[in-house]
């Protein structure tokens, strides 16, 4: 069964989603096979349908309508699907061979069926299946341009009325209504298809207004009606490639619908890919549109993003820089955007400038985007000016007394040569902190942390003894000391050890067989195994009922 094999499921799922499928195996029913196809139902929060695609270009892949299949993922209910043919091995062969020979004698039937036949075959299907019927009407009536027939049948189809109960469509009827708009895309692209691209136009803009109108009155969780958004985006797009419309009409219209005019957070259109139709009298009165919305509002997120498009399209590195810097964040992110816009044109010297301001500007050094200190810092190392690394570094610990604010001065320090003198300072402030824990928000637990991090284990014992520490600052403390101090390690060992022995849970007993473990060591160092025996004899007797414990402990060795 090349293809579909446990690992394949395993990869393409992961490991968390190929556990979760195991609880799923019961819930899947009414199997088809097809040649190169499996198709199911998975029962889950609702029921579910699931396809794996055997033999596809990039092998095994899969699609299920759940809201995590939805999103791409390979979800626990197409390994569920996966796992329950692999179960039966010897079937699968000969079902996807029975699949070829239905296709092929369906085939060879329609093909030997007169103009006539074919033709009642398809009216007593049309009889049959209302959906099929008013697909078909809807197809028949965009071919031949009968724009009356298909807007009047487009707005049924994104009617949410006959879905909506007290005028709102239910997470449990969004499918069924999402099912049923979806059919408006393929209509708008029948119209283009049959010549009618102008009234295509037209009506995709119509269909994105209801669409817009509707969602507001839709549990859309899963996303569908985004995904028949994006679908008129590109009916639309398509059309006006066919019909070429005016291009100054057209600018008018892209820009007011990005700019909120017609914006419904569904057709996320970008104007840029009408570059070819719109042509440079077109792309003219779009930019001009977009410089005057900016102007008006250089803060709207729509008018900057409108305006940064067409700057980048134009290789305009200073339109963007002045998008950019008419709203500058005052945690210097848009700094580090501009210095990175800037960077990409190769104008290095600005591009520093910038990012030195974003520090300089910030309002709160603690609240400054780390992202831009390590950028500037990274800059200042390639240009050798490691001394500024350090200052920059410095004073980012000085406002942000973190762990990681401390590493990355040691590192900056380091490459400078000047990591004693940085690292005294460094830890007076943090023992300022901590002799002041209520003033400070910082406190002893970073200076513990930092001299931990540093390998100054007595320093650290002694910190976490005089400011206090964590019981996880001591487990470290413990086991760094515990070659050469192995009797106050074994202390602390003991004391995180005694509650645990009072709990329960697999989890628990892990911990508390770790710490024994690290006790046995401590009395091996000092000599005193037959304390370590008492003990662990005294912990067997009263928590002999907890067979898992035991069962633990013996697998240690303990």
Not at 312 to 341: F, K, Q, S, Y
Not at 396 to 401: D, I, N
Request: glycine share 8%.
């Amino acid at each position: 069964m090349r293809g579909l094999t446990e690992t394949d499921l395993r990869t393409l799922a992961g490991a968390r989603s190929f556990e979760r499928a195991l609880g799923y195996l019961d819930a899947v029913s009414g199997i088809e096979v097809g040649d190169g196809w499996i198709t199911a139902r998975v029962q889950g929060t609702e029921r579910y349908e699931v396809e794996l695609t055997l033999d596809g270009p990039r092998g095994l892949s899969g699609a299920c309508d759940c809201p995590y299949g939805l999103e791409g993922n390979f979800c626990k209910h197409l390994v569920a699907l996966g796992l329950t043919v692999l179960a039966r091995p010897e079937s699968l062969p000969r079902q996807r061979k029975a699949a070829r020979e239905r296709a092929r004698d369906l085939d060879g039937w329609l093909s030997a069926l007169s103009k006539d036949e074919l033709l009642a075959l398809l009216r007593e299907q049309v009889d049959e299946d209302r959906q099929v019927r008013r697909r078909l009407e809807l197809r028949a009536a965009s071919a031949r341009g009968d724009l009356t027939t298909v807007r009047s049948r487009i707005r049924d189809l994104l009617d949410i009325g006959p879905f909506a109960q007290y005028g709102y469509v239910e997470y449990a009827d969004a499918r069924a209504y999402a099912d049923q708009a979806r059919q408006a895309v393929s209509a708008i692209g029948a119209l283009t298809g049959s010549g009618r691209a102008a009234d295509a136009i037209t009506l995709a803009r119509e269909a994105m207004r209801l669409l817009a109108e509707a969602v507001e009155s839709v549990d859309d969780t899963d996303g569908r009606l985004g995904q028949i958004g994006a679908g008129l985006a590109d009916a639309h797009l398509d059309a006006c490639r066919a019909a070429h419309p005016d291009p100054e009409e057209l600018a008018h219209w892209l820009a007011g619908h990005v700019l909120g005019d017609a914006d419904d957070g569904l057709t996320d259109i970008d104007p840029l890919d009408y570059d070819d139709v719109l042509g440079e009298e077109g792309m003219a009165v779009l930019r001009r549109l977009a410089v005057e919305a900016w102007r008006r509002n250089r803060r709207g997120w729509a008018e900057k993003y409108l305006m940064e498009r067409l700057a980048e399209a134009g290789g305009d590195v200073d339109a963007v820089i002045a998008v950019h810097a008419a709203d500058l964040a005052p945690n210097g992110h848009t700094h580090l955007v501009i210095a990175r816009e800037l960077e990409a044109a190769r104008r290095f010297d600005e591009a520093l400038e910038w990012a030195e301001r974003g520090i300089r500007d910030a309002r709160d050094l603690s609240a400054v985007d780390t992202a831009l200190v390590d950028h500037l810092c990274d800059r200042y190392a390639r240009a050798g000016r490691t001394a500024d690394a350090v200052a920059v570094r410095r004073d980012h610990f000085g406002a942000r007394r973190s762990l990681l604010a401390y590493q990355q001065l040691r590192a900056a320090a380091r490459a400078a040569d000047s990591w004693p003198a940085e690292r005294e300072g460094a830890l007076a402030l943090l023992r300022a902190d901590a002799e002041r824990p209520r003033q400070s928000r910082y406190g002893g637990p970073v200076l513990v942390d930092a001299l931990l991090d540093d390998k100054d284990v007595d320093a650290a014992w002694q910190a976490a003894t005089g400011t206090g520490a964590s019981d996880q600052q001591w487990l470290a403390l413990a086991d760094q000391a515990r070659a050469a101090r192995p009797a106050d390690a074994l202390g602390v060992y003991l004391r995180l050890a005694e509650p645990l022995t009072e709990e329960t849970g697999n989890k628990v007993y892990e911990r508390l067989v770790g710490l024994l473990l690290s006790i046995r060591d401590c009395h091996r160092r000092l000599g005193t195994e037959d304390e370590f025996t008492a003990y662990l004899t005294a912990l067997r007797t009263t928590r002999k009922r907890k067979r898992n414990l035991m069962r633990l402990m013996d697998e240690h060795g303990l």
